[in-house]
Each structure stands twice: as structure tokens, then as C-alpha cells.
């Protein structure tokens, strides 16, 4: 049977309090950023593709039902009519613990069934049982308090039993995971969830240690099982320090949160997560969300905790939810697995194969450079034993990149950057750590544009130098293909023997507070109409600025437009951001007053502006333009270099633009493309694009 921590009943009560707030507040309509429909795994299926992309076509405009337990599942279809869409199943009874009790998991079997037979989603959460000093009852092993077990030494420890164990563990998940994997069935997978309530021994000794469990987790998925059916589905409780215990961009899809005791919580995420572009869903809850809240409160989805859904809720108040039209069930999912998925990096060459290398230093001369780009995964680069030391590759010439994968030898970095460089002498960190972890490592960034590429290593994690079989390099078009397990060479260096750090002192349990209130996120202002700035005529000069670009959404209807912009030094010196201004042109269809929002800028959305202003010559595609800009402190887009914006306009009522005809939409493009119907402008002259 599922157990959970005796502070739901707390929970439940403060969760109706809530929902009474709620009733009586009428909060700010807020409109949700339009996410990523790319997922954090390289070569992610297609039905992960499919699945994330509706998800996000749906975002901020209807929230996903969900329930843990098929027979509550059964229970809100008796009630309401309804079947929640999403299915919530648990793998607590995988381990070798309950196995030895009798358990028999079903549950991936549960999950093909829900996909494939009923056509609905499955998300998989794991009470992961203590893997050995287990002082309380068996059945409660994944509490804090009925464990002694250290995740913070296994994690320090990697040579020592306590590690070996939790690998052991990850094998098995990832062996029910790949039962799904082979029946087409993608899974929201949430493990380690609620982490910062102390109340699970994987959160026990604070978000270091579990961190680099997630890491770990992740990095023998995607690399020694090959699991692409996964939307990663991060799990907060107390938002007040939820951002220390992220794992990063790069290892999550949606950012979930559990049991949300106000109607403000959706946007203090919005504040601890800014401009990430992932989705925000309730993982578990016990009062089901009101929906007269959704546009305040733009949840991607619910899921209700077994009977929490009869015992907390009035069966009357289940199914105004569930029958309420702004609220996805069963009936009303789309056909998922051929859902219209968004665009995933394509499969592509390593962009470093074989190319110059060049290091600080080697340990010997078997052990050069180029080893760590031949392709051969029995071959590696080795350092001399001291810090810093890098590697760095000659592309041969400046390509657009976003993503390395490093295979580690034995003697891996415990802190390094990934820098990147034009002209091998001026460098910029696009990636760093301090808590590597070796092994495999996929590593993306955002897009970069360069010709050299190195590691940089700040503090090795042994004795000896850095070791890397292979450093592969991947662009915009590119997804890393896991290395093959590497292959020791005649004479490798000697492993050291690990130390075992001191087992720390258990961190207290922390003892729930009071939420405190939030502060709202402030509503985008309204952006005045701006007098008509006289358009310069006539056809574009060579400025050395070019643009790619795309629309976020391409619904020809819809109440916010989200311009992507890619600008690009083509020149042969540093260009003054301040000088530069990029016209998007569109009809108003309307008289409401328009609102411009940054959502992300790989340089800094601080430094962006956005001002509206009217054509003073409209015409049937065009009275008016958003032109984004930016400030001084923008500073220089160096040449051959490469900034990225992303941004977002709506009306401040919210009604709806209708974009057909509009000059600068470009209806089907998914991706960064030439499209000449957005202009640049230098010092007041076109340098890009046509105007209407």
C-alpha cells in the first residue's frame, strides 16, 4: 500500500483554507510563458515529443487532471462522469526489500495499459526504499527515521558499497522504465520528490548530496540504458528555498510542486524560476485546484493523492472540477502518440571528430590531445597531476554550438567551465561546475557561435591529472550519441584507492512554517503607443548584422505573440548593442494597450527593451510594430558572435491577435530561419530585412 508522511492531515486542512482565500480573491490574470516543447534527453521519442509538445500547447490555457490509484481514478469517474487524464503510479515495490516480502510490481504494466488501451498519460513517481541500514519497519524504509543510511557519504564515496547500492537501485527503476520504453509509453518521472521536507532520506542531508543522486540517476539513464521515453519532473515542497535544491536546466523538463497552500504559489515560482521556459504542474495535491483560478494560476496539471480526492473534497466541488471545461480528462485528450510534436535536435556529426587539439599539458605522450577527439573510446588525453589543465579543440572554422558530451577516465574534474572562443585567445564560459561527477556527461548550453572549444579544469577529483576518452562537440542541428563504454588501454594509470570522507552529523528534520505570503509577480505594464518614428526607406545596407528568426507560437489566433530572435555579427568588428533596434510588424486588431515582456536573453533580458509605435504608412499586413532594443549596459556583440532573445507581446485584456495576414508572422516555421520580414536597423539605418 502507498504510505505518506503524517503532515498531510495538516496539509489537507491548509489546502482548504486555501481554497477558501481563493474563492474570495480575485487574483491578477497572469498569462503563462510559452514553453519549451524540447526535452532535456538528446533523441527523446516521439511520443515524449508528442506528449510535451500538447502539454505545452495547452499551457495557460487548461490544466490536466490526474489522480494516483486507478481504483480513485474509478471513483472520480463514478462521481463526476469524468476520468482524469493522468494516471499516477508509484514503484515502490521494486526493490529487493519488498520483493523479499512478497511485492510484485505491476505498475509499468498499469502505465502501457493507461497509454496504449485507454490513451492516457502516466506519470511514475518512486518511494525508494533506504537501500540497507534500515532500522524501522521494512515497509517505511524511505523515511528519514527509519534509516541510519548516509546519501551524502555514498555520494562522496563512489568506490563504497553504500554508492554501489544506489546504482543497483537506478538499475532496476531503469529496468521498469524500459518495459514502457518498448511499448511506446513516455512517463512523467518524478523521483526524489519533496527532497527539501527532510522527511525522505534522500533529502536527509541537504540539496548537495541530493543533487548529484539526481545527476547520477540521470546520467545512467540516458547513458547506460538508453531510457528516451522520460520527461524529467522535478519535485519542490518549500518554495522559500526550492532554488537550491534544482539540479539545473540541463536535467529537468517541468518543475513541479506539491501540495500548494495558496493561490500565490504559482507565482512565487515564477520568481524563484524565471525565464527557464519549463512548465509548472502540481505533482500531488489534496484539495483540487479551483478553476476560476487557472488563469491566475496556470498549472499545467494536478494530480490528487489517492483517497485525498473523497476525503478532502466535497463531491459536489469534484465534479464542478471535473466538469468544468477549462479542466482536460480522459475524454478530452487528443490522440497523444500522433500529437503534432515540436522540434527535437536531430541526430548529427560530432562537430570536434578528428579536428586539432591542442592542452596545457600531458602526462605522457601516448596520452596527447587529439586522443580525445578520434572517435576511439579506448584512447584518452591525460593531464599532468596539477590544476588548472585543459583541452581544447580547432573546429576550423566559427560554428554554432550548444551542446558537449565528455567521457571521463578514472581521473575525472570535480570543477570545470566549458569556454568557447572565436579566436583562441578571448574566451567566454558558456557551462561550469563544481560537483562533477565523471563518467558520461552530456552538457548543453545555450547556443554559442565559435571555432574553438575547450574543458577547462579548475579542481581534478583525484590524485592524478584529467582524463577524457572522448570530447565530442555538437551544434544547433546536433544531439550527442552516448560514447561506448571505454576500454582501458594497455598500461592505465593507477586508480586510486578512495578515502572514505567522515560521515556527517544528521541534518534536523526541519519542522514546516508558516507560508509566508507572497508578493505577487507584477503584471507586465502597459506599454503606451509611441508617436511614429519616421521609417527609413529603401533597400538594406551592409551593416554586418544578419537575423534568424521564428514565432513561439504558430496559432494564427492567439492572445500573446512570442518573437524569437537570433542576431548575428556577420562583421569583422564589435557592434554597440545600443545601436541596433529590431522592428516586428503586425496589425493591433484592437484598441487595447500593448504589453511587452522579456522571457529570456542569453545576454540580459535587464538590458532589453520593448516599445510599441504605429506605421505611418499602414497597410493591410501592418499598423504596427514592436521594436526591441537595448540599453548600454548591453555592451558589444563581438564579431561573429551571436545574441539571443526571447520575447512576448499581448493586449492588456487579453483579447486575441488574429495573425494571418500579419507581415512579420511566419505561420509553420518551428525553428530559427532567414525571414526578411523583420528588419534591423543600425544608428537609425536598415542593415536587414524588407519593410511592408
Not at 439 to 465: C, D, E, H, K, S
Request: a neutral charge; one cysteine or more.
Amino acid at each position: 500500500m502507498m504510505i505518506k508522511h503524517g503532515l498531510r492531515l495538516f496539509l489537507a486542512f491548509a489546502c482548504s483554507l486555501a481554497l477558501l482565500v481563493s474563492m474570495l480573491t480575485v487574483p491578477v490574470a497572469q498569462a503563462a510563458a510559452n514553453p519549451y516543447k524540447t526535452l532535456v534527453t538528446p533523441g527523446a521519442s516521439n511520443e515524449a515529443l508528442s506528449l510535451i509538445s500538447y502539454m505545452a500547447d495547452v499551457y495557460g490555457k487548461k490544466t490536466i487532471s490526474g489522480q494516483y490509484g486507478s481504483d480513485w481514478a474509478d471513483w472520480v469517474k463514478s462521481k463526476t462522469g469524468k476520468t482524469p487524464a493522468i494516471l499516477g503510479l508509484d514503484f515502490m515495490d521494486i526493490t529487493p526489500v519488498r520483493i523479499q516480502n512478497g511485492a510484485n510490481s505491476q505498475d509499468a504494466n498499469k502505465g502501457i495499459d493507461w497509454y496504449n488501451n485507454k490513451k492516457g498519460i502516466v506519470t511514475i513517481s518512486w518511494h525508494w526504499d533506504a537501500p540497507k541500514n534500515v532500522t524501522g519497519e521494512w515497509y517505511k524504509a524511505f523515511y528519514t527515521n527509519a534509516t541510519s543510511f548516509d546519501v551524502n557519504y555514498a555520494m562522496n564515496n563512489p568506490s563504497s558499497q553504500d554508492y554501489q547500492l544506489l546504482v543497483r537501485d537506478i538499475d532496476l527503476a531503469a529496468e521498469q522504465l524500459k518495459k514502457l520504453q518498448a511499448a511506446g509509453v513516455p512517463v512523467l518521472w518524478r523521483p526524489l520528490h519533496e527532497a527539501e521536507g527532510g522527511w525522505f532520506w534522500w533529502g536527509a542531508k541537504g540539496p548537495e548530496a541530493c543533487k548529484k543522486l539526481w545527476k547520477l540517476m540521470f546520467d545512467r539513464f540516458q547513458n547506460v540504458h538508453h531510457l528516451n521515453n522520460l520527461i524529467w519532473v522535478w519535485n519542490s515542497y518549500d518554495y522559500g528555498n526550492s532554488a537550491n535544491w534544482y539540479p539545473g536546466d540541463n536535467y529537468v523538463d517541468i518543475i513541479s510542486y506539491d501540495y500548494p497552500t495558496d493561490f500565490q504559489t504559482w507565482n512565487n515560482y515564477q520568481r524563484i524560476f524565471p525565464n527557464k521556459l519549463k512548465m509548472f504542474g502540481v505533482a500531488e495535491n489534496s484539495q483540487l485546484p479551483n478553476p476560476d483560478n487557472f488563469n491566475s494560476q496556470p498549472w499545467s496539471y494536478f494530480v490528487t493523492w489517492v483517497d485525498f480526492v473523497k476525503n478532502n473534497n466535497s463531491e459536489d466541488y469534484v465534479r464542478k472540477v471535473y466538469n468544468d471545461a477549462r479542466t482536460v480528462t480522459l475524454e478530452s485528450l487528443p490522440d497523444l502518440k500522433n500529437y503534432p510534436r515540436g522540434t527535437d535536435n536531430p541526430p548529427s556529426a560530432n562537430l570536434a571528430l578528428n579536428h586539432t587539439a591542442t592542452a596545457s599539458s600531458t602526462d605522457d605522450a601516448a596520452r596527447g590531445a587529439a586522443n580525445a577527439f578520434d572517435g576511439n573510446p579506448s584512447t584518452r588525453w591525460s593531464s599532468a597531476y596539477n590544476d588548472p589543465q585543459w583541452v581544447s579543440v580547432d573546429l576550423g572554422a566559427v560554428k554554432s554550438v550548444n551542446s558537449v558530451s565528455l567521457s571521463w577516465e578514472t581521473a575525472y574534474a570535480k570543477a570545470f567551465q566549458i569556454q568557447v572562443s572565436s579566436d583562441n585567445a578571448n574566451w567566454q564560459t558558456v557551462y561550469t561546475t563544481t560537483v562533477g561527477a565523471g563518467g558520461t556527461q552530456t552538457l548543453n548550453f545555450p547556443a554559442a557561435n565559435a571555432r574553438y572549444i575547450r574543458m577547462y579544469g579548475t579542481q581534478r577529483a583525484t590524485q592524478w591529472g584529467y582524463s577524457l576518452y572522448e570530447f565530442e562537440v555538437y551544434g544547433a542541428a546536433s544531439t550527442p550519441t552516448p560514447s561506448p563504454t571505454a576500454t582501458p588501454t594497455a598500461t592505465p594509470t593507477p586508480t586510486p584507492t578512495a578515502t572514505p570522507t567522515a560521515t556527517p552529523t544528521s541534518t534536523p528534520t526541519p519542522t514546516p512554517t508558516a507560508t509566508p505570503t507572497a508578493t505577487p509577480t507584477p503584471t507586465p505594464t502597459a506599454t503606451p503607443t509611441a508617436t511614429p518614428t519616421p521609417t527609413p526607406t529603401g533597400t538594406p545596407v551592409s551593416g554586418g548584422l544578419t537575423l534568424r528568426s521564428f514565432d513561439g507560437s504558430t496559432n494564427a489566433t492567439n492572445n500573446s505573440v512570442y518573437p524569437r530572435f537570433k542576431l548575428t555579427n556577420t562583421g569583422s568588428s564589435a557592434v554597440s548593442l545600443s545601436d541596433v533596434k529590431i522592428r516586428y510588424y503586425f496589425t493591433k486588431d484592437g484598441g487595447p494597450s500593448l504589453q511587452f515582456a522579456c522571457d529570456w536573453s542569453s545576454g540580459s533580458c535587464s538590458s532589453t527593451t520593448g516599445a510599441f509605435s504605429s506605421m505611418a504608412a499602414p497597410t493591410a499586413s501592418a499598423d504596427t510594430y514592436l521594436e526591441v532594443g537595448f540599453t548600454s549596459s548591453a555592451g558589444t556583440l563581438g564579431a561573429g558572435q551571436t545574441l539571443e532573445v526571447q520575447c512576448r507581446f499581448n493586449k492588456s485584456d487579453w483579447s486575441n491577435f488574429t495573425r494571418t495576414n500579419d507581415y512579420s508572422f511566419l505561420a509553420g516555421a518551428t525553428g530559427y530561419t532567414d525571414w526578411n520580414h523583420i528588419t534591423v536597423y543600425r544608428q537609425g539605418t536598415l542593415v536587414y530585412g524588407l519593410q511592408p
